[in-house]
């Protein structure tokens, strides 16, 4: 006998399928641009031009089948169907999700995307399926440590990571400055 999927937030929660966490999109500037601009972030040369916009599908395997997003997790799939009300299966039907327009991520590069990124709440839904989507495709970097791989040019950052950076340069930025008075002082 088949379980029934509660389709709400906190089971969801409960389950791990969402998280109360925050996953940020951010492109990986061409390595060898950022020796040639002043601000690699708003060259339009070091990545892509202002208003381009990108679009991820669901990708397909060499046979040409939708590819599973949920790894086979049919539990999970079943909540996310149960609670969007869409059919997240992998078969080819007319009212497969994943083939429809609506599936795809699409990223316009705008400035912002060059200095914070991309938001996705993973308390929410549809962007965590947006992420899986991302999770999927070839030049994204599933996490920090893996950006520096040649073929990557975005890279899926938890917020964790994003605030231990920015505390890092902030706690660098008061280095510099307080070895800077005291040179400074002893002038």
């Not at 929660?13 to 940020?24: A, R």
């Not at 920015?166 to 040179?183: C, R």
Request: charged content about 30%.
């Amino acid at each position: 006998m088949e379980q029934k999927i509660e389709a709400t937030r906190e089971f969801g929660l409960e389950k791990g399928y969402l998280q109360e966490k925050v996953i940020w999109l951010r492109p990986i500037p061409d390595r060898s641009m950022t020796l040639m601009t002043k601000d690699p972030r708003n060259s339009i040369h070091s990545f892509m031009y202002e208003g381009a916009v990108l679009e991820w599908p669901v990708p397909l395997n060499e046979r040409l089948d939708v590819m599973d997003p949920f790894k086979g997790n049919s539990e999970e799939r079943k909540y996310f169907e149960a609670m969007l009300s869409l059919n997240l299966g992998t078969a080819k039907t007319p009212d497969c999700y994943w083939l429809k327009p609506e599936a795809k991520v699409v990223i316009k590069k705008e400035a912002s995307i060059m200095s914070t990124g991309v938001r996705f709440d993973m308390s929410n839904p549809e962007d965590v399926l947006r992420v899986k989507i991302l999770r999927m495709q070839r030049e994204v970097a599933p996490d920090w440590n893996s950006k520096d791989i040649p073929h990557y040019k975005w890279v899926l950052i938890d917020e964790e990571v994003v605030d231990t950076s920015k505390k890092k340069v902030t706690d660098m930025t008061v280095k510099v400055w307080s070895h800077y008075g005291g040179i400074s002082e002893n002038k």
